[in-house]
């Protein structure tokens, strides 16, 4: 039934198999280091799941305002620029966000997916509003269709707010 030819054969098969796939294993690791191709492009923050510990200070939204930096901002903006865009009128997913800081809310021009929801809790997007909902978009405004989590920090909020106020001056 086998011969030694034949167990040689089917075993040579296999050895040479299992040789192809490590050579392509190490293959792929050699050009594709993670290392290599920079910083990762999102980075998902996560709440604490400590849980403990003290309740976390007050802080004053116009002081960390005051301090905010445009550039920072521009940066963290990347996580928003998937669905909103900042030229005028440019409208994606989500409406266009050029000249938001004191726009009346739900008014961007030619968008037309709005839920309502915002018009409920705020007329105009002042600094302090767009703090509230991108702190969490669904808290600030329930029924809102925007599936955006939020920004935790307030400082990554305060440099977006000042990003985009300093778009349309």
């Known amino acids: 039934m086998f011969d030694t030819m034949t167990v040689t054969k089917i075993a040579a098969g296999l050895f040479g198999a299992w040789l192809v796939l490590l050579l392509g294993k ?4 050699e050009l594709y280091h993670a290392e290599a191709h920079g910083e990762q492009g999102y980075v998902i923050e996560v709440a604490d799941a400590s849980g403990g510990g003290e309740p976390a200070e007050e802080v004053d939204f116009a002081e960390i305002m005051a301090a905010a930096d445009p550039a920072k901002g521009e940066k963290v903006f990347r996580k928003c620029s998937a669905c909103h865009k900042v030229e005028d009128g440019a409208n994606a997913v989500g409406p266009y ?20 929801a915002l018009e409920k809790v705020a007329e105009t997007w002042t600094p302090e509003n767009l703090n509230a909902f991108l702190t ?7 029924g809102t ?20 106020d300093s778009l349309d001056n």
């Open 26 to 29: 190490f293959a792929g690791e």
């Open 97 to 116: 966000l050029y000249g938001v800081v004191g726009r009346p809310v739900d008014s961007a021009d030619g968008y037309a997916s709005y839920s309502g």
């Open 136 to 142: 969490k978009p669904a808290g600030f405004a329930p």
């Open 145 to 164: 269709t925007m599936g955006f989590a939020g920004l935790p920090k307030i400082e990554d909020r305060a440099n977006v707010i000042a990003y985009l």
